[in-house]
């Protein structure tokens, strides 16, 4: 596997791939892997010739007073965990090799899409979201790249964002992975000590709640949304930032749950603030 934190370097390997008519597939991380990331990486694995990883802790996406300082990073185990998974290149940069000192240049989704869920808190997030994943694209060309549905906003703004630069990439989601009692797989779970982590899977509790509504023939959103914040309201770490639902595309609000409805919610547990989601579809509405 390679390592490099080189954008010369990428650019020259990538290029020697393609030539050879190679398919190459980009997970873009922040690095601290966890089973969730290694399932892209397998996805990538499965549908293209060569995988790339980059491990970046991008601080243009980190409003002031986050926790870009104390975000987890490790990155020999990312290595290992990597490799294990069949990557064929780490992309490890520096801040200073990703952004020059007189950097100037932004990509926004300037629609409502940005501004609803997380964007009502982390006014500058996907900005810088949709500016790094931009330049990654630039720098590694791939054919094809993977993001966790967990962090659903993002996918659709950047889906929004590559329709509408015409970028030469397929977007691929892939499904939110959970420890076994039901928690997302998020590389902030570490932030949790032994209660918060024993009372944070209260938000997938919430999600099952919400999804047992709507099978069982619930379909006013603010009257769902009230159930899921009630049960998510009895767990004392818990403290709401947003339960909404809106639609899968656009990420506007909506009255009535129908097929392409996301259900999403930001809870704090202690400091720690997570984030979870379902989408309704069909099988749910039909009550299975
Ligand atoms: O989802 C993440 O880990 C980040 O937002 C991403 C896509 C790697 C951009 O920094």
């Not at 010369?8 to 873009?28: F, S, T, Y």
Request: glycine share 6%; charged share 25%.
């Amino acid at each position: 596997m390679i390592i490099t934190g080189s954008i010369a370097e990428v650019g020259k390997q990538v290029k020697e791939w393609k030539l050879n008519g190679l398919c190459v597939g980009l997970v873009p991380t922040m690095g601290y892997l966890h089973e969730g990331h290694a399932s892209l990486i397998e996805k990538s694995v499965s549908l293209c010739d060569k995988t790339v990883a980059s491990v970046f802790v991008n601080p243009t996406q980190f409003g002031p007073g986050e926790d870009l300082e104390t975000y987890p990073r490790d990155f020999s185990h990312d290595c290992e965990l990597l490799k294990s998974r069949g990557c064929d290149m780490v992309f490890h940069p520096d801040a200073a090799e990703m952004y020059p000192p007189d950097f100037a240049t932004w990509v926004e989704v300037q629609s409502d899409m940005p501004k609803q869920l997380c964007g009502k808190t982390r006014p500058i997030h996907f900005r810088g979201v949709c500016t790094v994943v931009n330049k990654l694209f630039n720098i590694v060309t791939p054919d094809m790249a993977f993001f966790g549905q967990k962090d659903a906003q993002q996918l659709a703004i950047i889906r929004r964002m590559v329709r509408d630069l015409s970028m030469n990439v397929e977007i691929v989601g892939c499904p939110i992975v959970r420890e076994k009692d039901g928690l997302a797989r998020s590389s902030r779970n570490t932030y949790l000590n032994e209660q918060e982590r024993a009372a944070a899977p209260v938000l997938f509790r919430s999600i099952q709640h919400g999804r047992e509504l709507i099978k069982k023939g619930e379909r006013d959103a603010r009257r769902l949304i009230a159930s899921m914040k009630e049960l998510l309201e009895k767990e004392a770490l818990a403290r709401i930032d947003y339960v909404d639902a809106v639609d899968g595309e656009t990420m506007l609000p909506v009255n009535i749950l129908d097929t392409g409805v996301l259900v999403a919610m930001a809870v704090y547990i202690g400091k720690t603030r997570l984030i979870d989601n379902f989408t309704v579809d069909s099988s749910l509405l039909s009550g299975k």
